[in-house]
């Protein structure tokens, strides 16, 4: 067996750390984490209300459709801007209901809005119990049951291509341990190595605790684990001076056959805003020892995996924005993700991530391979139904065959622009309507009231 060392590489480029598994280094900023972030996203909550209150200055159905538009396009801005953070956003409560088929229509926007819609219309329907709040209450049902309507029944997978999930479970703490590395690598060779015989075989993210460049004598003996499939696997390389965190298509002969560099990184996890500058105060991103951190890639791009097609690769935080899935030059046959959700624990954020994977795999009509270092791995198909899953915090291996894409949604002809557009112009035709119209003014409150 090839010698396996990554003592040399672990010393300056990288590592991926969370923030209490090396609490001597980054113990200190989680505090100032938890604080920054719960007062940075409640300040687009804080921009929704007052909006809300300068479009319409009085009470009623006005300002209530005022305050629900605000705070939906407060979830768009903070989707956005400081290149974005769309997580747990109000309509992501519906991806475990039957609901979760409305993205086919409105994305993460159109459930945003319903949700919040419902809420804010509460109060009025409770104000006028009939016939307010049964109309309440049959908007309550009716989303889950066109839901169920369009969801489009299990397609046959016979003859389909058949791919190798491999999870090899590496605790974080131990991920970049050069005693430990070789055990590690070994588990992956011996996971993928098992009988059958997969079309693809998929390796999470950083799954090769070494650069790239130092381990081409590595790339046979994984090729010859693939059991003559192609093999994707995570892993970090260097160009010169820049870092990348990359996707590598390795073929059954062991050659490189494509490589995807991750092109939308995580500020403070990948890189840090000002780096040079910060790191000067001892202030680093939790995936970098020095430096800049990681370098982006070019951008959404599509990779041809033999017997599949067309393939959008996804590493990580790629998977929940929109925007990225819709930046392919293409609509892809697949969307292939691979993450390494260990740094999130073993608490609510794995379930999270792979619950807005089940959103883009609905809004697109595409299916999603999705392999994660401690879990969840799974295959996700067109309607965001879950097969071949692997329990959070397990190692194996699955072999799943892959379900076909749907016909293109109507999200994924048009995205998000339209409904944004909508909404803009609802919450303008609000605001000279409020104004002009004294009926409009609350007894609970003089014009102008906060």
Request: with cysteine; glycine share 12%.
């Amino acid at each position: 067996m090839a010698q396996f060392d990554v003592h040399r590489n672990l010393g300056g480029r990288s590592a991926t750390v969370p923030f209490l598994v090396d609490v001597q280094v980054h113990g200190w900023m989680a505090p100032f984490a938890l604080i920054f972030m719960a007062g940075g996203l409640a300040l687009f909550w804080a921009l929704a209300g007052w909006l809300a209150r300068r479009v319409v200055r009085g009470t009623g159905w006005r300002f209530a459709a005022a305050t629900a538009l605000a705070l939906v396009l407060a979830g768009v801005v903070r989707g956005t801007v400081f290149t974005g953070f769309p997580w747990a956003l109000p309509g992501h409560v519906l991806i475990a209901t039957p609901a979760l088929q409305l993205a086919q229509w409105g994305g993460a926007i159109g459930l945003s809005l319903l949700v919040i819609g419902l809420a804010v219309s509460l109060p009025l329907a409770l104000s006028r119990p009939w016939p307010g709040l049964a109309i309440w209450a049959v908007s309550l049902l009716l989303p889950g049951v066109v839901g169920v309507a369009l969801t489009p029944p299990v397609a046959d997978t016979t003859g389909r291509p058949v791919v190798r999930l491999v999870q090899p479970n590496v605790p974080q703490d131990e991920k970049w341990d050069p005693a430990l590395a070789r055990a590690h690598f070994d588990r992956l060779l011996r996971l993928s190595a098992q009988a059958g015989a997969p079309d693809l075989v998929v390796w999470p993210e950083t799954a090769v605790p070494a650069w790239l460049e130092d381990v081409p004598h590595l790339l046979p003996v994984m090729a010859e684990a693939a059991v003559a499939a192609p093999l994707v696997f995570g892993v970090n390389r260097g160009d010169g001076p820049r870092i990348f965190n990359a996707m590598v298509l390795l073929s059954p002969g062991g050659e490189i056959a494509e490589i995807y560099d991750k092109h939308h990184l995580v500020p403070f996890g990948e890189y840090t805003p000002l780096g040079d500058l910060l790191s000067g105060i001892g202030i680093r991103g939790l995936a970098q020892r020095e430096g800049y951190g990681f370098s982006a890639g070019p951008g959404a791009r599509l990779i041809d995996l033999p017997g599949i097609g067309a393939t959008l690769p996804l590493i990580c935080y790629e998977g929940i924005f929109p925007r990225d899935i819709a930046a392919a030059p293409a609509r892809p046959e697949l969307m292939l993700m691979i993450t390494n959700d260990a740094w999130f624990g073993t608490v609510s954020g794995p379930y999270q991530h792979l619950a807005q994977a089940r959103l883009r795999s609905v809004e697109q009509g595409v299916p999603m391979v999705r392999v994660a270092n401690t879990g969840i791995s799974a295959v996700i198909d067109p309607a965001g139904r879950l097969s071949g899953e692997m329990a959070l915090g397990t190692s194996g291996v699955r072999d799943v065959a892959l379900p076909p894409r749907s016909e293109p949604t109507l999200y994924s002809r048009l995205g998000d622009t339209p409904l944004i557009l909508l909404l803009c112009a609802a919450l303008a035709l609000l605001a000279p309507r409020s104004r002009a119209n004294p009926s409009d003014i609350g007894v609970d409150g003089p014009p102008g009231g906060v």
